[in-house]
């Protein structure tokens, strides 16, 4: 669904159209909150329409919050392809390949596992199995996505988003954000989602702080 230039805005308006926004629209949608994904090119226009889509479930251990945010992340993928019936997702052994860089042919025999090149390889080490690493189509999950949040509600407005609007606080001590201008229109919401990925810099002097990631 396409939201008209006057149409009202839903208590949550998500700003870009990626994986990030969708699974934010989603989840919201699953709780029976509305909302508004706004993106200049439309649902999955760039990076998360055509990466690799590649999932491991341990690789982030190291770091014990992170590490169990990864897992349920790995998880919850694996869920959302159950839902809404991926045909992409799957799981599958992952290899690190070693090589000199001279991309010469092996004077022996193929190293075993590795038959399927033999330039310039010198070694090979597992980094993963179907218990730890997955794959899916990043365009078919984030499609799949929208397509649910849309079937509950949800709206999306093609549009560049210019600035953020902000209100006085009720005791007036702070302001706070209370929606965004759109191609020179003002789009009020209750709440506003960043998932803009490496563009919300843009935002940077809107906001007055630094954008993570």
């Known amino acids: 669904a396409v939201v008209a230039s006057d149409a009202p805005a839903p208590p949550v308006l998500i700003l870009g159209g990626g994986i990030v926004g969708v699974s934010v629209a989603y989840h919201l949608a699953l709780r029976g909150v509305r909302s508004t994904v706004v993106d200049q090119a439309g649902i999955a226009s760039c990076a998360s329409g055509k990466a690799g889509g590649f999932l491991a479930r341990d690789w982030n251990d190291r770091d014990p919050g992170l590490g169990a945010l990864t897992r349920k992340s790995f998880d919850m993928h694996e869920e959302v392809a159950k839902t809404l019936g991926l045909a992409s997702y799957r799981r599958f052994k ?50 799949a996505l929208w397509a ?25 001590s702070t302001k706070v954000v209370s929606g965004a201008f759109i191609d020179g229109s003002h789009v009020p919401a209750e709440k506003v989602v960043l998932c803009m990925g490496p563009w919300g810099s843009v935002l940077e002097p809107l906001l007055g702080c630094r954008m993570l990631g």
């Open 148 to 172: 649910s949040a849309a079937d509950r509600g949800s709206e999306f407005r093609l549009g560049r988003v210019e600035r953020l609007v902000y209100d006085e606080s009720k005791d007036g």
């Open 94 to 143: 992952c290899r690190h390949v070693q090589v000199d860089g001279s991309g010469a042919k092996a004077s022996g025999a193929k190293l075993k596992n590795l038959e399927w090149t033999d330039l310039g390889v010198r070694g090979d080490e597992l980094m993963g199995d179907e218990s730890t690493i997955a794959q899916v189509h990043p365009k078919e999950l984030t499609d």
